[in-house]
Every structure is written in structure tokens, then in C-alpha cells.
């Protein structure tokens, strides 16, 4: 006869008091294991912009995880086609602007990554359209490409490049901000995440954390004045540098609560996840 797993199992029992602290406390606390691990990642890796490079590459590794799952499950289901069309259009932009104005790794990142989303979206809207639960992937793509357009017009970077790249540039960090919200209130709608699915958001939730870091370490590094740096935009041009922070800030935030959740339901062994009424 086989035996329970223990909840005496230090980490269960770590959550289990989390849990049962008050808001506040919760908040201390993960503020506090957030500048702990910033400092470690400050000591650990000297060159920041690598942070991107992995950040990229951990979204690459998500998308060969759905990938994995739209091939041998033959089902989309959990997945939203709308969060991958989001996708798509802020990589795409990047990809134009990364050929414009930097050429490098991360344009092959960015290239390959378009390609796989764009396989997805393929699969999802043809070969597997019968498994698509269009019903609980609810919110209007409008919601989020609107004001990232309209937040671009008016506050993006100044550099050398004409400024239609310049605004296109600043409207792929907005939109990327928020592309993972119609997977979040899908999820939401279900109230269980697949596996795959899962995995798939948590990578998001790992590469987003690292981009955030990129840009926390460089204020850390230079001082407040780094966010001056680079701004443009009409009357707005000192805004550019904190609305980078910001959008990476929300980026992060967004998922943060789903990767508690995802945690939590691996150390349980939990196969599937079921989420509160918010996350």
C-alpha cells in the first residue's frame, strides 16, 4: 500500500503559512525575495544584456513546449489565439525595427520566435480549429492594440532612425506588456490550466522576469538619471525611459501571481492547476 505524499514536506508547509499571513506581509515578503534575487543575478551576471538574450531564448523554449503539445495531444484547447495573435504582431514589429536599428542575435531570436507563433496561430485556426474554445477567449484584441498604438505616438525612444521605427519600436514594448492577457482571462474563464499550458505561461513568466531585471540592475547600476536617457516624443520625451520600466514592471506583475500558483501546484504534484477566482 502505497503512502500519501507528506504535507509535512518543508516547502508545502512554507506555502501553507504564506498563505494564512496578511496582505501586507505577503507584499514585504515578496518584495523582499524579488531584491534577493536581483542582487544575486547582479552579482552572478556582469554583462546585463544578456538578460535579454535569455529572456528570448526561455520564449523560444515556451513555444516549443505548445509546440509539443498542438503535435502529439491534436488539441489547442487552453490556449488563446488571441494572446498569439498579440504576439505575433509585437514580434513582427520588433523583427522590422531589430533589422532596422540592430541586427543581431536578437533578430535571429526574434525571427525564429515569430515563425513558431505563427505556426501556432496556423494550427490553431485551421488544423485544430474543432479543439478551439473561442468561447472563453473572450477580450477584444482592441483593448490592448489601441492604447499601446496611441502610447507609442506620444512617448518613444530618440535615436537616430527615422521615427516611424522609432514609434513602431515603442509600440511592440507596449503591446508586449499586456499580450498575455487574454491567455490570463482565459485561464481565468476555465479555471484549470492544462499542463503543457501551464509550462507555456510560467516560461513567459521567466523571460518576462529577466527583461525586468535588465532594466531594474541598469537603474540600480547608473542612477535614476538612466531613465532620462533616450527619451523623445513631443512634450513627453523624459517619459520613455520610466514607460520602459513600467511596461516591464506590468509585465512581470501579470504573471507573477500565476507563477505562485504554478509553483505551488508542482511541489503538490499537481497535474493540472486550479486557479482562485482572480489571478
Known amino acids: 500500500m502505497g503512502r500519501?505524499?507528506?504535507?509535512?514536506?518543508?516547502?508545502?508547509v512554507l506555502f501553507s503559512w504564506v498563505r494564512k499571513q496578511s496582505i501586507k506581509v505577503n507584499i514585504f515578503l515578496g518584495v523582499t525575495?524579488?531584491?534577493a534575487i536581483l542582487l544575486f543575478l547582479r552579482l552572478l551576471v556582469r554583462d546585463h544584456n544578456h538578460f535579454f538574450v535569455a529572456s528570448e531564448a526561455i520564449h523560444v523554449v515556451g513555444i516549443m513546449i505548445l509546440a509539443y503539445k498542438l503535435l502529439t495531444l491534436k488539441t489547442c484547447s487552453g490556449l488563446s489565439l488571441k494572446s498569439q495573435e498579440l504576439t505575433a504582431i509585437f514580434l513582427a514589429a520588433r523583427l522590422v525595427c531589430s533589422f532596422a536599428m540592430e541586427n543581431d542575435i536578437h533578430t535571429v531570436l526574434d525571427g525564429a520566435t515569430l515563425i513558431s507563433t505563427l505556426w501556432i496561430i496556423y494550427m490553431m485556426r485551421f488544423k485544430l480549429k474543432s479543439t478551439y474554445i473561442k468561447e472563453l477567449d473572450s477580450m477584444p484584441l482592441y483593448y490592448t492594440v489601441v492604447p499601446a498604438t496611441l502610447l507609442a505616438v506620444f512617448v518613444h525612444p530618440h535615436t537616430r532612425h527615422s521615427i516611424l521605427y522609432r514609434i513602431i519600436w515603442a509600440f511592440c514594448v507596449y503591446l508586449e506588456s499586456v499580450s498575455v492577457l487574454p491567455q490570463l482571462r482565459l485561464m481565468q474563464n476555465a479555471k484549470m490550466v492544462e499542463p503543457f499550458t501551464a509550462h507555456y505561461v510560467f516560461a513567459l513568466g521567466?523571460?518576462?522576469?529577466?527583461?525586468?531585471a535588465h532594466w531594474i540592475l541598469r537603474v540600480i547600476e547608473y542612477g535614476p538619471a538612466y531613465l532620462l536617457l533616450a527619451g523623445s516624443g513631443y512634450y513627453f520625451w523624459y517619459l520613455w525611459g520610466p514607460m520602459v520600466v513600467i511596461a516591464e514592471i506590468v509585465q512581470t506583475a501579470i504573471l507573477a501571481d500565476f507563477c505562485y500558483y504554478y509553483v505551488k501546484s508542482v511541489i503538490d504534484g499537481q497535474l493540472l492547476m486550479r486557479l482562485p477566482s482572480m489571478v
Open 4 to 12: 500519501r505524499r507528506s504535507s509535512r514536506n518543508p516547502v508545502n
Open 33 to 35: 525575495t524579488v531584491v
Open 206 to 212: 521567466v523571460a518576462r522576469f529577466l527583461g525586468c
